[in-house]
């Protein structure tokens, strides 16, 4: 299970069922005891997109990968989470009160597993995800280490890309 630093100050929500999957960085949770549903953006990591968007757009010209093999990759990324948990499964949900939300509302959050391990680390590790830049967490210097071994390895979508 993740540990965390003693002086970090976080936020951890338990009792919640995975109720749906939306892509290969975000879950809809649902608290079991108030029964509210919400959206969760896996924090410290991103996945390629599964629809033509401004942010394919992006990723298209930096990268200069074809956006029909970004969403390929996007979708790579969705089915590879959908395997990892199970729709019902209970989990806990960990947040650093720095960061609680991304700009479209989204909880922004660490999955952690009924058996401890965190889903965020798994898609880092196995290479379907990336580490986030753009806003900094707290695991974001070990998701940059492990993104790298799981390149170097050609693991996940470093199968078929070098960057995505």
């Known amino acids: 299970m993740v540990q965390y630093n ?10 919640l069922k995975i109720v749906k ?9 649902e608290d079991i005891l108030t029964k509210k549903v ?3 953006r896996l924090y410290g990591i991103d996945a390629p997109e599964m629809n033509y ?17 970004l969403i390929k990759l996007g979708y790579l990324s969705f089915h590879f989470l959908k395997n990892q948990v199970d729709l019902g499964d209970v989990c806990s949900l960990i947040q650093e009160k720095k960061n609680l939300k991304d700009k479209y509302g989204r909880l922004l959050g660490y999955l952690i597993l009924n058996d401890g391990r965190v ?5 880092i590790k196995e ?17 940059q280490k492990w993104n790298l071994k799981a390149k170097t390895k050609k693991r996940g979508l470093y199968a078929i890309v070098d960057r995505f």
């Open 127 to 143: 290479g379907y995800a990336k580490p986030y830049n753009d806003v900094f967490c707290e695991r974001l210097p070990m998701y």
């Open 21 to 29: 999957f939306v892509d290969g960085d975000g879950i809809i949770l």
């Open 38 to 40: 919400f959206e969760v």
């Open 53 to 69: 968007c401004s942010k394919i757009k992006k990723d298209e010209k930096e990268l200069h990968i074809p956006a029909a093999l």
């Open 119 to 123: 889903l965020n680390e798994i898609m």
């Open 6 to 15: 003693a002086k970090e100050i976080t936020i951890t929500k338990n009792l």
